[in-house]
């Protein structure tokens, strides 16, 4: 159980970038040097470390919830599988997903929980779950998801004030009350003590679909590329500092002020590449119904900025976030390969020069 084994140290001889530490406690006294910390994280990199959150007790039954459920027989997974429509809540066998446009297939298994279902509990929103999954629903999934919105609306309501939209835009963007693309997952990745050639780990390389990701792991394998660098570096794990970084649709809502940077995962390097990779996310998404487009009549501040966007195909979709996000899942299917076409519809920013 990943909660329960001690891992070996993250090595010192590979390339690391140091996240920003931004203390959740002090934004939420309204700090304002750690106000101006976040900001410039979410403006340069999109990603940050993020202390004394609250939520690591509830984050350790939630990798419990995972094991259980990763333990479960193939076939009694297979009955709660994604699908090929685009719906991301559920069980994700390995090979469900292609990596790139050649159709290369994936070797991690995940079980991504809705927030709506988790809400709604005892009675299903979008689907039902594995008997793991709903014993652990009360006691373990609802509180994680309740701490792990309010984590990410605080994040929010200060990035409203500073990006200068009115009082409460946002929040209406993500409201409780209308169903969306928000869920958490809890992710297994298979050992790979001799690691993967370059070209190998360089399949996966995406930005985040959504608005906010709400991130939990225990050994090394995440990577980033620092925009102006050609060169992805891997984001050391602190004990007790969730990772945090920003999505496609609050680069859009913000004309591109906010950046949703690419990322990859690969094996764990050195000592750690032996064990099991487990991590926790929880992904916050707009509403459904929300249309994806930058907020320029509601800020100055973001038309301003919007005005200097010369490629603006992304921003200008006029999807849904519910269409954006199905887009991006079903055309990554693996059943759903038709050639180099169908992966290339999965992308969101990643072509954007701001995205790395």
């Known amino acids: 159980m990943p909660g329960l084994i001690t891992f070996p140290a993250f090595p010192d001889n590979v390339p690391t970038h140091p996240l920003l530490v931004v203390d959740y406690e002090l934004l939420r006294t309204g700090d304002k040097d750690e106000i101006a910390k976040l900001w410039k994280a979410a403006t340069q990199l999109g990603f940050w470390y993020l202390k004394n959150h609250g939520v690591d007790e509830e984050v350790n039954q939630m990798f419990e919830m995972g094991a259980e459920t990763m333990e479960l027989p193939y076939d009694e997974k297979m009955k709660y599988e994604q699908g090929d429509d685009g719906m991301s809540f559920g069980y994700k066998a390995p090979g469900g997903n292609a990596v790139d446009e050649s159709g290369t297939k994936d070797t991690v298994e995940f079980i991504n929980i809705s927030k709506d279902d988790a809400l709604s509990w005892p009675t299903p929103t979008h689907r039902t779950y594995p008997s793991t999954v709903n014993a652990r629903m009360e006691p373990t999934i609802a509180p994680f998801i309740r701490k792990s919105?309010?984590?990410?609306?605080?994040?929010?309501?200060?990035?409203?004030?500073?990006?200068?939209?009115?009082?409460?835009?946002?929040?209406?963007?993500?409201?409780?009350?209308?169903?969306?693309?928000?869920?958490?997952?809890?992710?297994?990745?298979?050992?790979?003590?001799?690691?993967?050639?370059?070209?190998?780990?360089?399949?996966?390389?995406?930005?985040?679909?959504?608005?906010?990701?709400?991130?939990?792991?225990?050994?090394?394998?995440?990577?980033?590329?620092?925009?102006?660098?050609?060169?992805?570096?891997?984001?050391?794990p602190i004990p007790g500092h969730a990772i945090c970084n920003l999505g496609d649709s609050m680069t859009i809502f913000s004309g591109g002020i906010l950046r949703s940077n690419l990322h990859?995962?690969?094996?764990?390097?050195?000592?750690?590449?032996?064990?099991?990779?487990w991590s926790l996310v929880y992904f916050t998404r707009p509403g459904n119904s929300v249309i994806l487009s930058p907020l320029v009549e509601e800020s100055p501040i973001i038309a301003n900025a919007y005005a200097n966007v010369s490629d603006r195909s992304i921003y200008e979709s006029g999807q849904?976030?519910?269409?954006?996000?199905?887009?991006?899942?079903?055309?990554?299917?693996?059943?759903?390969?038709?050639?180099?076409?169908?992966?290339?519809?999965?992308?969101?920013?990643?072509?954007?020069?701001?995205?790395?």
């Open 149 to 236: 919105v309010e984590v990410n609306d605080t994040l929010l309501t200060i990035f409203n004030e500073l990006l200068g939209l009115p009082a409460g835009t946002l929040a209406q963007k993500h409201l409780p009350s209308e169903h969306s693309g928000s869920e958490s997952r809890c992710i297994k990745n298979p050992p790979r003590p001799g690691g993967i050639s370059e070209e190998k780990a360089a399949l996966g390389a995406h930005t985040d679909f959504g608005s906010l990701s709400f991130l939990h792991n225990r050994l090394g394998g995440l990577q980033v590329m620092v925009p102006g660098t050609t060169e992805w570096q891997y984001v050391r």
């Open 264 to 277: 990859r995962v690969v094996p764990p390097p050195g000592a750690q590449g032996k064990f099991e990779r």
């Open 320 to 356: 849904t976030s519910s269409e954006w996000f199905a887009r991006r899942i079903r055309n990554q299917r693996s059943k759903n390969q038709k050639g180099p076409e169908t992966w290339r519809a999965s992308r969101g920013t990643e072509h954007l020069p701001s995205a790395a």
